[in-house]
């Protein structure tokens, strides 16, 4: 799919300016590390729902996103408006695709997961009925239809999570766009800086007072069983799911560690 990627602008109309928080939340503060700087981006409007419901479209190219990993389709509908989506994993230009409740099961449709046979393999997954995919988005992400109950879906996750969703909720059939992006490199700490990533310090290189692992003559072991955040927190490998919360009851078995 990479060869058939676009070189023409984006569709002007689509495109919406996209302020760069750099790490920062409502109130200024920092609550991601090592974020700031990077290339001005704009924000694509990308149909995660079913706005163009029962209505055929027609793939007109492939465009690189740069507020995301997985790649976009621009879909031209009857009647000429165009939208863009996320594209599934071999589909190709020219192809037709349908959001529709019982549309036919072929890659790239958008199904309601009722009509969904067991097996299928669907991305671009809602949580709630009619809010729009929230699930599995991510370049080469997949879940697998593994049961149906009543009014539930069963689905397995990337994480091999199994999970309970709505069947009236909607999903993309397939796999989403761009899988080998988990295997390239951007080789040069210039590439990092254009995305908008700072560089990282190691906490084993600093000083006892501004990191849990720092600290020792040369190079140290961090001297505990677990790795530590620079606030003392466990870090790596430690569950932060609550428990009680009212989605707990729809997971049917939870990932493995």
Same mark, same amino acid.
């Given at each position: 799919?990479?060869?058939?990627?676009?070189?023409?602008?984006?569709?002007?109309?689509?495109?919406?300016?996209? %302020?760069?928080?750099?790490?920062?939340?409502?109130?200024? $503060?920092?609550?991601?590390?090592?974020?700031?700087?990077?290339?001005?981006?704009?924000?694509?409007?990308?149909?995660?729902?079913?706005?163009?419901?029962?209505? %055929?479209?027609?793939?007109?190219?492939?465009?690189?996103?740069?507020? $995301?990993?997985?790649? #976009?389709?621009?879909?031209?509908?009857?009647?000429?408006? &165009?939208?863009?989506?996320?594209?599934?994993?071999?589909?190709?230009?020219?192809?037709?695709?349908? !959001?529709?409740?019982?549309?036919?099961?072929?890659?790239?449709?958008?199904?309601?997961? %009722?009509?969904?046979?067991?097996?299928?393999?669907?991305?671009?997954? /809602?949580?709630?009925?009619?809010?729009?995919?929230?699930?599995?988005?991510?370049?080469?992400?997949?879940?697998?239809?593994?049961?149906?109950?009543?009014?539930?879906?069963?689905?397995?996750?990337?994480?091999?999570?199994?999970? %309970?969703?709505?069947? /009236? !909720?909607?999903?993309?059939?397939?796999?989403?766009?761009?899988? /080998?992006?988990?295997?390239?490199? #951007?080789?040069?700490?210039?590439?990092?800086?254009?995305?908008?990533? $700072?560089?990282?310090? &190691?906490?084993?290189?600093?000083?006892?007072?501004?990191?849990?692992?720092?600290?020792? /003559?040369? &190079?140290?072991?961090?001297?505990?069983?677990?790795?530590?955040?620079?606030?003392?927190?466990?870090?790596?490998?430690?569950?932060? $799911?609550?428990?009680?919360?009212?989605?707990?009851?729809?997971?049917?078995? &939870?990932?493995?560690?």
């Amino acid at each position: 799919m990479k060869t058939q990627l676009s070189k023409k602008r984006p569709e002007k109309h689509l495109l919406r300016p996209l %302020k760069s928080k750099a790490g920062r939340n409502f109130s200024g $503060r920092i609550t991601v590390r090592h974020r700031g700087g990077g290339v001005k981006k704009m924000y694509r409007m990308v149909d995660f729902g079913q706005e163009k419901l029962g209505v %055929k479209g027609r793939i007109v190219a492939f465009e690189y996103d740069p507020n $995301r990993t997985a790649y #976009l389709a621009l879909v031209q509908y009857e009647g000429g408006d &165009r939208r863009y989506v996320l594209a599934a994993h071999n589909t190709n230009v020219g192809d037709e695709i349908l !959001c529709a409740a019982d549309a036919v099961v072929k890659t790239g449709n958008r199904v309601m997961l %009722k009509n969904v046979p067991i097996g299928t393999e669907v991305f671009n997954i /809602e949580l709630m009925a009619g809010k729009g995919g929230q699930m599995v988005r991510s370049a080469g992400s997949t879940a697998k239809v593994m049961a149906y109950e009543g009014k539930y879906i069963h689905l397995q996750m990337p994480s091999k999570e199994v999970r %309970k969703v709505g069947a /009236e !909720c909607f999903a993309t059939i397939g796999q989403a766009s761009h899988p /080998e992006y988990r295997f390239e490199n #951007l080789h040069t700490a210039g590439a990092m800086r254009r995305k908008g990533w $700072r560089p990282t310090v &190691r906490g084993s290189a600093m000083n006892p007072c501004d990191h849990p692992h720092g600290g020792g /003559e040369g &190079r140290t072991g961090i001297g505990l069983k677990n790795s530590k955040t620079p606030w003392g927190k466990p870090a790596m490998g430690i569950r932060t $799911r609550n428990r009680k919360k009212w989605t707990a009851k729809l997971i049917v078995k &939870r990932r493995s560690k």
